[in-house]
């Protein structure tokens, strides 16, 4: 089993920055590739972005490609979600999720087998 915790959500005008902390316990983090999704109000959770166990391998949704950059730290069991340049469409609540196995450059949540309880993100025009 892995717990995940999100952390670091908030109000922020656009244009505007904020960084999201996931933090595992549980069974080894390590081994672990980790995603962020997201849903907004009235609409699907969509994918985010995610990052290999080792972190030497990452992959972005394109409407954050260049906007928000995912990292982890395998020592400290957390993995981060460095989020600039916000845009109101920004505004959803923000899910870590751990999946295991060989990693690939994928958006599908059926890969992902242990999820956070979410933070909120909103971003004001």
């Known amino acids: 089993q892995v717990q995940l915790v999100e952390s670091g959500g908030g109000l922020v005008q656009a244009g505007g920055s904020l960084r999201l902390s996931c933090a595992a316990s549980?069974?080894?983090?390590?081994?672990?590739?980790m995603g962020w999704f997201r849903q907004a109000p009235g609409k699907e959770r969509e994918f985010v972005a995610d990052?290999?166990?080792?972190?030497?391998?990452?992959y972005y949704a394109d409407s954050v490609k260049g906007r928000f950059t995912i990292s982890r730290d395998n020592a400290k069991n957390t993995v981060y979600l460095q989020m600039n340049s916000l845009k109101p469409e920004d505004t959803a609540v923000y899910y870590c999720a751990a999946r295991g196995g060989r990693w690939y450059p994928s958006q599908q949540e059926y890969l992902y087998d242990y999820w956070g309880q979410g933070t909120q993100v909103t971003v004001s025009s």
């Open positions: 990052i290999s166990w080792s972190g030497g391998s990452t």
């Open positions: 549980g069974r080894s983090f390590s081994s672990y590739a």
